[in-house]
């Protein structure tokens, strides 16, 4: 492919701010499931129904006969995730219950169990991302990144021209971000990211005193923590269609581009703009 | 395609070993503990900012739909507490001590005599569940009116009947503090009433404190004594509770 100028993507303030909330992304994802694995079910509605059933989600162990299993509840439904989920590594056989993991060692920080330093390293990294998220607001409004980003009618219009490009591995590399890309991130920057600090902020009794508004906005106590847990599986899911992208865009120019903000564009007539 | 597998072995290999990145961060001498005590700082003073003194939300009697989850201990065993409960709680005396002007010693029938508030109010414990009940008691706001804290007072320390720790070294008492701005606001209760009955033993009779702002660990159950006092320095290990001690927030509004 002939070679175009080499152009400058990304300010530095993008790329302090993506590695800030990238490195704090994942020490909140891996202690959050710490943090789960104390009391590793979801409800629905303000509290947690132990004299009756509000549950959409569980992870346990339980006796199947006679022999321990780890067994994983969505909706009601019962699927035996033993190895992964509920009993898995160094979970000894024959244990109580209580004894059990939910999410395995190797997805929790700390590894062993400890809901006290996996709270403060949660709340550390809290701080990282809303730093790094009010400090891309910041200056991508005064630098103009804002405008660039938000997607325009015009984008929307090319939307299924660049989904189609997208499905048939066809990227194109241009100084701009595609209307898919655009979309994305918003989405990321202004739905799942927002919403990721306010449901956890919902989670805490000191902030409902003040704003009990936004409990109720959330439908309760027990449904932020659920919809807390939602939004951090849609990250994921992001996550791996993002590295899947950046690797089948051609991960060195992406990574130079994010981590020195300088990118290889396409030669001229190679992007459709 | 080489570099890409090897970005892919080398993000895996990052991911996999992230787990065990912080293990060593739970050790008391851990350079990581100035870091999470600052950040834990910096929490708590944006919450008591943000919150001044806002009330907790309360709910309404639809909302209790189950009894109160105990948790912690549920059965002290302690003689002193052993011979109180036999006697039907009748010879309990809440002593408030410390930096105080007029040091008190309070019978359950002196704090039943004070006005009292009830309040119906969602219990959020540390490891994440919620339960809605509804509590009534004294006030500790009007109990420290008695008792005229000093100008020098700044915590409330609660000293439990309850063993919560048996090792070599002997037991340790259940103990835990708040400040002087939670022990003030309204909601701030010594509960002896749950649910319309009087405070069972499981949930901390006869006598349990009531933070609705804060987690369940900072509720003090089976209350023997309280302290004023203008250090937690000198409590425990001196991190100002149980719990705290033991890693966990000393405020713990989150
Ligand atoms: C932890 C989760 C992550 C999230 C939520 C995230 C989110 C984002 C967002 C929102 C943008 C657009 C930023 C802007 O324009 O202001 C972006 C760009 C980018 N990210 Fe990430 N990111 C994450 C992790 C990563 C990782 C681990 C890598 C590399 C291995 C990476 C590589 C990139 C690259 C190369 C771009 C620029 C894409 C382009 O110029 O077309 N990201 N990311």
Known sequence: MPKGPLVRRHSLATRLTHWGWAISLFFL?????????????????QESGFDYDNAVFSIGAEQVQGEWRGITRVFGQSFDTTGYLGLSGESIPGLKPGEFRAFPAALTVPSYQSLALG???????????????????????????????????SDLRRLPADLWDHLRFRFHHSVKYGPLQKLTYA????????????????????????????LDLFGGRQTARTLHFLIMLGLVVFFIIHIAMILLAGPINELRSIVTGWYRTDAKGEHHE | MNDRRKFLLGATAFALSGCEILDGAGKPDSLFRPVFGASEGLTHLAQRGLIGDALAPEYTEADIRQGQRPNGSTNPETAEYLALRDGGFRDYRLRVTGLVDRPLSLSLADLRQMPDRTQITRHDCVEGWSCIAKWRGTPLGLVLEQAMPRLAARYAVFHCFDVAERSLSGEVAYYESIDLMDAWHPQTLLAWEMNNKALPIANGAPLRLRLERQLGYKMAKYIHSIELTDTLGLLGQGQGSYWADRGYQWYAGI
């Open chain 1, 119 to 153: 709270r403060s390293v949660h709340f550390l990294f809290a701080w990282g991302l809303v730093i790094s998220l009010a400090a891309w607001l910041i200056f991508s409004a005064l630098n103009g990144h804002l405008r660039h980003l938000w997607p325009s009618l």
């Open chain 1, 29 to 45: 994802l891996l202690s959050g499931l710490q943090i789960f694995n104390a009391f590793p079910s979801l409800h629905i509605g």
């Open chain 1, 187 to 214: 989405l990321v920057l202004f739905v799942a990211l927002p919403g990721m600090i306010l449901t956890g902020l919902c989670l805490s009794p000191g902030f409902n005193a003040a704003a009990p508004w936004l």
